[in-house]
């Protein structure tokens, strides 16, 4: 009997009921912290653990410190698993193991045809009728049969709900229209046949080919699910060889977005939480493979490499991500869009390749199968230095100066292609560090070509691209004497330490390069742009970087200009010696210019007094003709 307790009621008792941090804790990692509980935000791209599970006097509720996500049990279920408010409510309280009381029992009739709702409505049919047809003496007969033969027990068909797709080619239809026939006798619950048999065309179930036929025919169905465990689409493979493709997935839907979808997660999610690790495999019977023999944290994604959304999902669950690949050539080519994925998401990324090109079903069915899948997993290798062995290669097989600076280049910039450059903090660090250390490139080297890449792609630190050139435009220099002074800045750029050179003079003295090349013998404005601060920063006897010269730099063309010209000084002078070399005769250089232009340009003492203050000038400067430029510029 319908007893009235308001809806408000069953609200409070499904709130009371539930113990909100277990509730997000079976999708959220969560860790104590004095009164809360915390964990990585599900609702933005967090980094740091900014999401917090309050309880408090009675009070529940989950808050991100960052995006302002905020809410009770029933709003979580809303608002990351998209549920409506009612099947939320269903949800929570069947959870706590109670009916709800109110008004409330039967969801609105979906009558769009491609809601989550009605969507859902049909595949649930249809899982049913694939299972049964799985069971069906004749129907089944094939499908049990290619089961068997992947030696896929009757265990993994219950716990995976594998089933069948018939032969015949419209089953499914006339199933369908006995679900049509056979509506419940209320008419406020019932559909008219056209919305039904939408929606499972929609959901890929059934085509029109003339009539209705079934989507998938004479296959294995493999049900794939969401964490919560509800049937979202199905991937079927074909029992006939002469049948192609051997795979087929059901279409992208409201409910189902491959790239985000992983095989398995509601069965393993409670063990990837647990080893705060996931396995990912190839494929739907690799899954149940592992599964079957114990390790119960392995997932697949559907077809496709593991993409940022796969790994959004996974950095909830778990810290660390390993990849499983049946040989090298495909472990080679996944570690770089692991890599990419590493600096992309707060996770570890590892590759793991197991042997003798076996994949994890073959090895697994093995005597010794789980001992050695055991043993290839624990000597998985980091996806960073997976690629970076590879450099590592390169570079012994290269010894020459400038092939070992075109690889190391090559590295930078296939590591900054793919995410490098947009790091930051903890992680950035640990990343450089690990490159420095497996490339044997100095970590000042490392930091300089990320910044370089960071000022140059100012807008865009998501996707920095290698193939493209610096995005903002390089001042064009003019004539011999301003590439004089670029040349001269970019080595120093290059090589700030080269800076404590002393020139030698023609009066067979030596000096310090401060006092022989000053800013104002620059004619380039740009370059003496770039020289100010690094001069001042000499004179003072500090220490500089390209970062430090960065940060001063307002004008990004400047900016630019400071990066191209780092470029080349890197490339003119590949150690510090020639940096040093280099240094000295472009100062030499510069000065030589320098004292013709000071000849051309001096302007003709026209009173006793300019003479006087003229001659005063020279006096003080001393004898190098660069001094005098200088005090000559600086006087009034
Ligand atoms: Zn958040």
Redesign the pocket.
């Known amino acids: 009997m319908i007893t009235h307790r308001s809806n408000s009621s069953d609200r409070d008792r499904v709130l009371e009921s539930t113990d909100l941090v277990a509730l997000v804790g079976e999708s959220v990692v969560l860790r104590p912290k004095g009164r809360e509980h915390l964990g990585l935000?599900p609702?933005?791209e967090?980094h740091k653990p900014?999401?917090a599970v309050v309880t408090h006097k009675g009070n529940a509720f989950y808050n991100?410190f960052?995006?302002?996500?905020s809410g009770n049990a029933i709003d979580f279920m809303v608002h990351f698993h998209r549920m409506d408010f009612l099947e939320a409510m269903k949800f929570l309280a069947h959870r706590a193991g109670f009916e709800l009381q109110g008004r409330s029992s039967s969801a609105p009739r979906a009558t769009d045809p491609e809601s989550p709702a009605a969507l859902r409505r049909a595949n649930d049919a249809a899982l049913r009728f694939f299972q049964r047809s799985l069971a069906d003496s004749i129907n089944g007969q094939g499908a049990r049969e290619a089961l068997s033969a992947r030696a896929i027990d009757s265990q993994s068909i219950e716990a995976f709900a594998i089933g069948a797709a018939p032969a015949q080619g419209d089953a499914l239809a006339q199933y369908v229209e006995r679900l049509i026939d056979h509506q419940p006798a209320n008419p406020d619950e019932r559909l008219d046949g056209a919305t039904i048999r939408a929606s499972f065309e929609a959901a890929g179930l059934l085509r029109r080919r003339g009539g209705l036929v079934d989507g998938f025919r004479n296959r294995v169905i493999f049900p794939i699910a969401d964490e919560l465990g509800r049937c979202i689409a199905f991937g079927a493979r074909a029992i006939d060889p002469a049948d192609q493709p051997k795979y087929l997935n059901s279409p992208e839907t409201a409910l189902f977005h491959k790239s985000k979808s992983l095989y398995g997660i509601h069965i393993a999610k409670r063990a990837i939480i647990h080893a705060r690790t996931a396995i990912i495999t190839e494929g739907y019977t690799d899954v149940i493979a592992c599964h079957r023999a114990g390790v119960a944290n392995a997932v697949a994604t559907l077809g496709t490499a593991l993409t940022r959304d796969h790994a959004r999902v996974l950095q909830r669950l778990c810290d660390t991500i390993i990849l499983i690949f049946d040989g090298d050539t495909a472990g080679q080519r996944a570690a770089d869009r692991a890599v990419e994925i590493f600096f992309s998401a707060p996770v570890d990324l590892k590759i793991c390749t197991l042997p003798d090109q076996l994949d994890p079903d073959e090895l697994l069915r093995q005597p010794d199968g789980r001992a050695r899948f055991d043993a290839a997993i624990a000597s998985s290798e980091d996806a960073l230095t997976h690629i970076i062995r590879g450099f590592r290669k390169e570079l012994d097989a290269r010894p020459g100066l400038s092939a070992r600076q075109r690889t190391i280049e090559a590295m930078l910039s296939k590591l900054i292609a793919l995410g490098l450059g947009t790091l930051d903090g903890i992680r950035r660090r640990f990343v450089i560090e690990s490159i420095a250390t497996s490339s044997g490139v100095p970590l000042v080297e490392i930091e300089r070509a990320l910044l370089a890449s960071r000022a140059a792609s100012p807008r865009t630190p998501e996707a920095p691209s290698p193939a493209a050139p610096l995005a903002i435009p390089v001042p064009v220099e003019r004539g011999g004497r301003g590439r004089a002074e670029r040349d001269f800045v970019s080595i120093l750029l290059a090589w700030p330490a080269a800076s404590s050179v002393r020139i030698p003079t023609d009066d067979g003295d030596a000096a310090p390069l401060s006092e022989f090349i000053i800013p104002s013998m620059f004619e380039d404005a740009a370059a003496r742009a770039l020289y100010e601060p690094v001069y001042h920063w000499i004179e003072a006897g500090k220490g500089f970087s390209m970062q430090d010269l960065i940060a001063e730099l307002a004008d990004p063309s400047i900016k630019a200009l400071a990066i191209e010209l780092y470029r080349q000084g890197a490339t003119r002078c590949s150690v510090e010696g020639e940096a040093r070399a280099g240094l000295i005769a472009a100062s030499r250089a510069l000065d030589r210019q320098s004292q013709r232009l000071q000849l051309a340009n001096a302007p003709a003492a026209t009173t006793p007094e300019e003479l006087a203050l003229r001659l005063a000038q020279i006096r003080a400067a001393g004898p190098r003709p660069s001094a005098i430029a200088r005090t000559a510029r600086s006087a009034p």
Do not use: N
């Open positions: 935000c609702f933005h967090d900014s999401f991100c960052s995006c302002g996500a």
